[in-house]
């Protein structure tokens, strides 16, 4: 049972446009997002997150969004850089319910092209 | 500082022998992870560990697997027995203190059972 869902296994985008990255949740207890991004042979380097509190959390050229009510989340890049091209996911957390891991998704691979 | 390590980085195995798998979290991190991820999967949580004790093993996939923690720092993971199915990416990720924190993760270690 995925508690969080990445519909969309890749994306492709032009250097210097916007990158729109999407997850879904089902588990109304999550309150703690975050995005981390995957280079190949690497462990996930973490990126942003945001608390259920707030809508919006801006960091640079990354700013993640958060829709409660429609449990979405998404993560735009802009401007979009070559180096970006990697796998990002997804992981939410319950954590006012004590909750000890993070739920991820399965993945969006992001291609930046020049 | 130096981040999470975990060795090896890769490990070949024959169906049916034995793995320790090490992680060595980020220095005064008092908890710590284990996640495994499968080809074309998101990352399974497997165990947390809260200074040496692991209070939710949930996630373990059989009593093949087993981990512990010494001193509050180095974690090792076991698998006994190797299946093909356990193939996998598993990777190590520590954080500051509580449980649902931001997680920092190692490069993971890669196991293919022949």
């Known amino acids: 049972d995925q508690q969080v869902k990445q519909n969309s296994p890749s994306l492709s985008v032009q250097e210097g446009r916007i990158s729109i990255l999407n997850c879904d949740y089902t588990?109304?207890?999550?309150?703690?997002f975050l995005w981390y991004k995957k280079y190949p042979a690497e462990g996930p380097t973490f990126l942003i997150s945001?608390?259920?509190?707030?809508d919006k959390n801006e960091d640079g050229r990354f700013t993640v969004f958060l829709n409660k009510s429609a449990k979405h989340l998404s993560l735009h890049i802009v401007p979009s850089q070559p180096g970006d091209s990697a796998v990002y996911f997804c992981a939410a957390s319950a954590r006012k319910a004590g909750a000890n891991n993070l739920f991820f998704g399965t993945g969006t691979r992001l291609t930046v092209i020049p | 500082g130096a981040g999470v390590s975990q060795s090896p980085s890769n490990k070949v195995t024959e169906k049916g022998k034995d793995v320790e798998l090490r992680c060595d979290p980020i220095?005064?991190?008092?908890?710590l992870y284990w996640y495994r991820q499968s080809l074309g999967q998101g990352l399974e949580f497997l165990i947390y560990f809260q200074g040496n004790s692991a209070p939710d093993k949930s996630g373990l996939p059989s009593d093949r697997f087993s981990a512990e923690r010494t001193g509050g720092s180095v974690s090792t993971l076991t698998i006994q027995r190797t299946q093909q199915e356990d193939s996998a990416v598993y990777l190590c990720a520590s954080s500051p203190d509580r449980a649902g924190e931001t997680q920092y993760f190692g490069p993971g270690t890669r196991l293919l059972v022949l």
């Open positions: 220095s005064g991190h008092t908890a």
């Open positions: 588990n109304s207890m999550f309150d703690y």
């Open positions: 945001i608390s259920s509190i707030k």
